[in-house]
């Protein structure tokens, strides 16, 4: 099962569904980007471990390495890819844990999950399992549950500004 990672502030479009919630198939999550666990700076200069926009920019690689900056390297890509209008939190990998070789996952507590928005496709059996572990939780008792709807070629979603991670299921 391999899972993809994005995280936005707009209502998911078309294209993002396709591209990071597997045809629609996938599953989105929901989380307060207010909560603290999205802002945890250790320094005033730290580049990671918290919530930071990522620039779009025609050419997004320098020239020589001279060139190079931290926060430009980690939240800067190519002006393609502006209609993602992504966020990203970088954090080291020790704070993880690896689940397999080379994959690691961060454990952002329950509080900070809102909601979980089932893709239009999203099969019954996945829909299913995942209630289930939600309800099984009762620190997740707070979630609620959406559907994304495929409407005259337009995803609708009831809230019209979320900060959402798609998660690709394969």
């Known amino acids: 099962v391999e899972r993809r990672v994005t995280l936005t502030f707009h209502l998911v479009q078309k294209i993002c569904q396709v591209n990071y919630a597997s045809q629609h198939r996938g599953v989105v999550v929901e989380f307060d ?3 603290p666990w999205f802002n945890e700076k250790t320094t005033s200069s730290d580049d990671l471990r918290h919530l930071v926009q990522v ?3 025609q050419n997004p690689h320098p020239r020589t390495w001279k060139q190079v900056k931290g926060p430009d390297m980690l939240y800067t890509k190519n ?3 502006a209609y993602e209008r992504e966020w990203r939190i970088i954090r080291p990998l ?3 844990t690896e689940v397999s ?9 329950a509080n900070a999950v809102r909601s ?3 893709g239009c496709r999203t099969i019954q059996a996945l829909e299913t399992e ?3 572990a939600v309800a099984a939780n009762p620190a997740l008792s707070h979630v609620s549950f959406k559907r994304a709807k495929l409407a005259s070629g337009k995803i609708e979603i009831v809230d019209a500004r979320v900060f959402l991670i798609a998660v690709e299921i394969q």
């Open 33 to 35: 980007e207010n909560h």
């Open 55 to 57: 620039s779009y920019v």
């Open 79 to 81: 002006a393609e890819w």
């Open 94 to 96: 020790q704070e993880g």
């Open 101 to 109: 070789p080379g994959k690691f996952c961060f454990a952002v507590p």
């Open 116 to 118: 979980i928005i089932f």
């Open 130 to 132: 995942i209630r289930a």
